[in-house]
């Protein structure tokens, strides 16, 4: 594959190809619970658990700035209430850029809420929440962040449920200056996670464990702060130029009329000096 250049300013960047985890045992750190973390399968799958001591949870070895990734992930069965299972991208510091996947358990036979979040230089504030259209702890699906100099994009097996454009025409912050590394983990949120933090864990279930398995990356690798260079992209179905076509549009309408159930861009009682800058552009 060709490497077609676009610039970034201020740091390091090179082509990458489609990078295959592979091995959980090479590409990922266990960073809280080790003993509450296993590898499985000859390094191809790994399971996070909790109980009332702890919960557990690993970050990649690798950083990046801009790269798509996805994971298959079986969320914790039965009743879920309370828990947390984490799987996002996230930079260091206080002033740090985080882009989110949580899975908000719930009790027995009710559903799961996803809830998403994008955060620049520490400020979040974006939550966008959704049901899924399935039971998300019978099988394994994929969940896949899209996150290039031009947007990020939440999917579902494919599906897109959420986009964010860069704006910074608008004053919009956007991250595009700080690399990330993939960080998941399982952990008791039962202050907030179900209905508003109304139901607690039930600790008689525990252990409760979530499961991943094939974690891939295609990213630019990042190397240093520098001069203004370029990062490989490849032709223009290289995730580096993706966007949402017409066909994934009309999916992502068809989630956001049906799945959605919190927006922050329709929350005016919590934005009282008005919306944000985004949420009244894309309106």
């Not at 049901?131 to 962040?145: A, E, K």
């Not at 179905?237 to 049906?258: A, F, P, T, Y």
């Amino acid at each position: 594959m060709g490497c077609s250049p676009i610039l970034i300013s201020l740091f390091i960047l090179s082509c990458s190809a489609l990078i295959l985890a592979g091995d959980f045992r090479k590409d990922i750190d266990i960073v809280w619970g080790s003993d509450k973390a296993k590898i499985l399968e000859n390094g191809q799958a790994i399971t996070l658990s909790l109980d009332k001591a702890s919960g557990s949870g690993f970050e990649s070895k690798a950083q990046f700035l801009f790269g798509k990734v996805s994971m298959e992930l079986k969320l914790v069965p039965g009743n879920s209430a309370g828990t947390v299972t984490s799987y996002y991208l996230a930079s260091k510091g206080t002033m740090w850029d985080e882009i989110d996947f949580e899975f908000l358990g719930n009790l027995s036979g009710d559903p799961y809420t996803v809830h998403t979040n994008v955060i620049t230089q520490g400020k979040g504030d974006r939550e966008q929440q959704f049901r899924l259209w399935f039971d998300p702890t019978v099988d394994f699906h994929t969940y896949s962040i899209l996150w290039n100099p031009k947007t990020i994009v939440f999917y579902v097996d494919g599906t897109p449920i959420r986009e964010f454009k860069k704006m910074n025409t608008k004053n919009v912050a956007y991250p595009e200056k700080q690399a990330m590394r993939v960080h998941s983990s399982l952990w008791n949120g039962d202050d907030w996670a179900t209905r508003g933090g109304l139901v607690k864990t039930d600790w008689s279930k525990a252990p409760f464990t979530a499961y991943y398995r094939n974690f891939e990356v295609q990213d630019c690798d990042w190397s240093a702060p520098g001069s203004n260079v370029s990062c490989g992209g490849g032709g223009p179905n290289s995730w580096l130029n993706e966007g949402i076509d017409e066909n994934s549009r009309k999916r992502l309408k068809w989630v956001q009329s049906n799945f959605i159930i919190y927006n922050y861009c329709n929350d005016a009682k919590r934005f009282r000096l008005g919306l944000p800058t985004e949420c009244v552009v894309m309106n």
